[in-house]
């Protein structure tokens, strides 16, 4: 089967940088994803990481260590608005269908 | 449509009864899943749809618990027999690709 973990909250201040780490197991892995999700919101998609290395998109990036079945999201010049359940999810199987980790809770102060 | 939408957006009902609920996913997109989410909880995989291919329903907690697909257009879940603990947000995504699910903003399934 498969397993994630990640922290279950984290807090930092407007402005600040802060990095949400992802370790998993799995067998047939083919990437990480990470999701946003605002209180009673529809997921969202992030990033995804097929390969070693760091993806960046705007102030968020990803990073994937394959070797270390480890990943993590970046969150810089944080706002308000990240405040938020972030969730890495891994593909693997032959559908590749998404595993989803717990969730980790941000929550950005002024 | 702009994006997946799921109806209804709530739902009470009474332990025992039986609950269907509608997803219809982006025009265009082949794949279809349906998790759910506990409250405080992460996102549980109940079953995918991709194409005219036989659906995975790995992820189906109980034989109450059954999905369907008419080809690449609306999905229904349905709960028979609803019980307490089935209590939680039904979501369904789609996708063209299997990166980046664009997810509905659910259904609230509460049981009482």
């Known amino acids: 089967g498969q397993s994630l973990e990640q922290p279950s909250e984290v807090t930092a201040v407007e402005g600040a940088i802060v990095q949400i780490n992802c370790t998993y197991q799995?067998?047939?892995?083919?990437?990480l994803s990470w999701y946003q999700q605002h209180d009673g919101g529809a997921p969202t998609f992030l990033s995804y990481?097929?390969?070693?290395g760091l993806e960046e998109t705007g102030r968020f990036s990803s990073f994937l260590s394959r070797s270390d079945s480890y990943g993590y999201l970046l969150l810089q010049e944080l706002q308000m608005k990240d405040s938020a359940s972030y969730f890495c999810?891994?593909?693997?199987?032959?559908?590749?269908?998404?595993?989803f980790g717990s969730g980790t809770q941000l929550t950005v102060l002024p | 449509g702009a994006g997946v939408s799921q109806s209804p957006s709530n739902k009470v009902t009474e332990k025992g009864k039986d609950v269907e609920l509608r997803c219809d996913p982006i025009?265009?997109?082949?794949?279809l899943y349906w998790y759910r989410q506990r409250l405080g909880q992460g996102l549980e995989f109940l079953i995918y749809f991709q194409g005219n291919s036989a659906p995975d329903k790995s992820g189906l907690p109980s034989d109450r618990f059954s999905a369907e697909r008419t080809g690449e257009s609306v999905s229904t879940l349905t709960i028979q027999r609803t019980q307490q603990e089935d209590s939680a947000v039904y979501l369904c995504?789609?996708?063209?690709?299997?990166?980046?699910?664009?997810f509905g903003s659910g259904t609230r399934l509460t049981v009482v």
């Open positions: 999810a891994v593909s693997s199987g032959s559908a590749r269908q998404l595993t």
């Open positions: 025009s265009g997109h082949t794949a």
């Open positions: 990481n097929a390969l070693d």
């Open positions: 995504a789609s996708s063209l690709v299997q990166v980046g699910y664009t």
């Open positions: 799995t067998s047939g892995f083919y990437g």
